[in-house]
């Protein structure tokens, strides 16, 4: 195992579920964390719980304009990120294609990928310069199993995917990492997300079965990035014991 005490970290979507979680874990094992994510409050409150020093950004990764202002506003001892968690993503509506809402599926896109993008080519040439860095994306199992209504949110962590696969390609020979993170279920405030605040509605998704805690996620973000220098994980799929797979979709008349 590699340690990371004092390693300088970044995580976007950190005020909730797996973001949270993975701030709480790598502050555990000694990172500088810059916490990233929109509502102000949740990120002072977990500023206020790390181990080790945090720094608040406040910003949407939606805008290229605040990703980049923001970034260059880093104090010196938090500037150099080693490591960059792109977590901040959604999924919205579960309208099948031909009903979809236009503004959700553009707020997927400009989050999930555009969002991912930004912050990715502002950290990426540091850590090129200083031949040491990991980025970890939160994609998804529904950039590989398709389900009704996952539409563009599968689409965009395709791109995810894709995007990972491509930047390591571009990497290779360097010490920096890219690893796509692809979970199934697991119980945070995205649900409550998808169904734009109806609690109950969110519920019903994990009821009767036990779905993966955000702090599971973490526990494999941080051994990706606790892997020797040499080692590149790819692709982690992790799904809860309860969740399979779906049959083909057959429509029968
Ligand atoms: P949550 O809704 O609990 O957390 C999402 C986080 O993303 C929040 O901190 C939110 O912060 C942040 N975020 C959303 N939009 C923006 C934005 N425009 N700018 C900055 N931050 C933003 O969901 P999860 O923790 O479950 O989701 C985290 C990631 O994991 C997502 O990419 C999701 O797609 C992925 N994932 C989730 C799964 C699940 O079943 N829960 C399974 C597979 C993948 P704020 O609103 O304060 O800005
Ligand atoms: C979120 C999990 O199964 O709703 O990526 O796509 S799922």
Wanted: proline share 5%.
């Amino acid at each position: 195992m590699r340690t990371i005490q004092g390693w300088t970290a970044l995580v976007t979507g950190a005020t909730s579920g797996i973001g949270e979680a993975c701030a709480l874990s790598l502050s555990q094992h000694g990172a500088r964390v810059i916490l990233v994510g929109r509502r102000e409050e949740r990120l002072q409150a977990l500023a206020a719980r790390l181990d080790a020093p945090s720094h608040c950004l406040i910003l949407d990764v939606r805008s290229r304009e605040e990703v980049e202002r923001s970034l260059a506003t880093l104090p010196p001892e938090f500037a150099e990120v080693d490591v960059l968690v792109n977590n901040a993503g959604l999924g919205l509506g579960l309208e099948p294609a031909h009903e979809g809402v236009l503004e959700d599926w553009e707020a997927m896109i400009d989050t999930n990928c555009k969002g991912l993008v930004y912050m990715t080519r502002a950290l990426l040439p540091g850590m090129v310069k200083r031949n040491r860095g990991h980025v970890v994306n939160l994609g998804s199992v529904a950039a590989t199993y398709p389900y009704p209504g996952g539409n563009v949110y599968g689409a965009t962590k395709a791109f995810v995917h894709q995007f990972s696969q491509n930047v390591k390609a571009d990497l290779a020979g360097t010490r920096v990492r890219v690893t796509d993170i692809q979970p199934g279920m697991v119980e945070s405030e995205f649900s409550l997300v998808r169904f734009k605040g109806d609690a109950q509605r969110a519920g019903k998704v994990y009821e009767g079965m036990e779905a993966l805690q955000p702090a599971d996620i973490a526990d494999v973000v941080t051994w990706c990035v606790t892997r020797p220098a040499h080692v590149n994980i790819n692709v982690v799929e992790v799904m809860p014991a309860d969740q399979g797979f779906g049959p083909f979709n057959v429509k029968r008349r």
